[in-house]
């Protein structure tokens, strides 16, 4: 997968795979529909956060679920 490339199949890819390393007990609060192309750099620069931690304070888990919170579409 090509995640330079903006598309809602790598918006919803990057959203599961954030979902499932933070292991977010309220799945349906985060949806890959809540997100389209034009939050895309900012969602990537969040995935590749939390692709490279290996563990999170729950401050650091908090942030990082309002961060995507910020960028739901309206």
């Known amino acids: 997968m ?3 490339v903006k598309s809602i199949e790598n918006v919803e890819y990057m959203i599961e795979q954030i979902k499932e390393k933070l292991k977010v007990i309220n799945i349906g ?3 890959p ?6 939050m895309y750099e900012d969602l990537y ?4 956060l939390v692709m ?3 563990s ?4 650091e888990m908090q ?3 309002e961060e995507l919170g910020n960028l739901r579409k309206s």
């Open 2 to 4: 090509n995640l330079s």
């Open 29 to 31: 609060a985060i949806k």
């Open 33 to 38: 529909s809540h997100f389209d192309e034009e």
């Open 45 to 48: 620069d969040i995935y590749n």
């Open 52 to 54: 490279n931690k290996t």
């Open 56 to 59: 999170f304070s729950p401050s």
């Open 63 to 65: 942030a990082i679920v």
